[in-house]
DNA sequence: CGTGTAAGGAATTCTGACACG
DNA sequence: CGTGTAAGGAATTCTGACACG
């Protein structure tokens, strides 16, 4: 079970998921001309074994060009955007750090309710957070009192 | 923003990526001559628009693959690595619901610190909890009065 | 049941060049 | 600067068949 656990954040990660420019371009909205482009001026980057081959562009590039978009479609210039999607990138990153440090656990209680567990409270560590998601998906937060390891 | 706040969630979900049947099978490390058995004997769904044309399987597919892999891995048959994938799906879906609910924002803080806020506690409405993440990537869980929208 | 391999055709993808502005 | 298009070659991928057990 702690094998799966670990496995969920590798599934979350999926660093190792790779797609091509054509597939980039459709999931994107963005055209392969345009990645080239931007390939060419090092605003995104690709793995590329050898010439001619095909280039592999990781899922997080698929969000950074999606959101490089995302400023170009509200009229600004793409070296902007590119600024902007840089700045953003801070988000990003704590997002996935809280995913990997805060997912802890995920389970079915006897009601078949799920619970994800988040850990204790840094001021309470007596006490740890989980959220409750119902059959409808519905989640609510909730406290409980740690339970001995 | 609350645009970008959207977008986080599709990007989590990122539904629309599909891959091809060799990168499902590099990434999964099954071989491609597995993931066909699989798929004709209807324990794994691709798209497939015409006959002769390149499987497109989502990353779904891709992390219930790897699962399967897991319990093959394990020692048991197909059959049982199938089923016990599909009953463990509902964890899945339990994070899904989680994440799409219970992200209600991502912000940087005056200290540069991450904060993710979670939304409010179900038993007391008045307080919410938000996860910060620091420099390191420490996560802490916390507390705080909600404040007026 | 469950997976591997060799072979060939079929579909896809990539690139450099050129155009427009 | 920033993107689109047409053309052709190059690399990739797919399939059905057969083998083994």
Redesign the pocket.
Known sequence: MDALGKQFREIFKSDDIKI????LAKVTGV????I???ER?GYIHSQ?DQ?????HFSLMTAYQVRIIKFY?DQGY???VAVQKERERRALGKVFRHFISDRIQGIEQDSDGDGLVRLGKLDDDPTREVYARVDKNGQTTLHLRVVQED
């Not at 091509?20 to 597939?23: A, K, L, Q, R, T």
């Not at 055209?31 to 345009?34: E, K, T």
């Open positions: 091509g420019m054509s597939e055209s392969s001309s345009q080239r482009y931007w001026k590329q010439q001619n081959k095909n280039h170009l210039t793409l070296q």
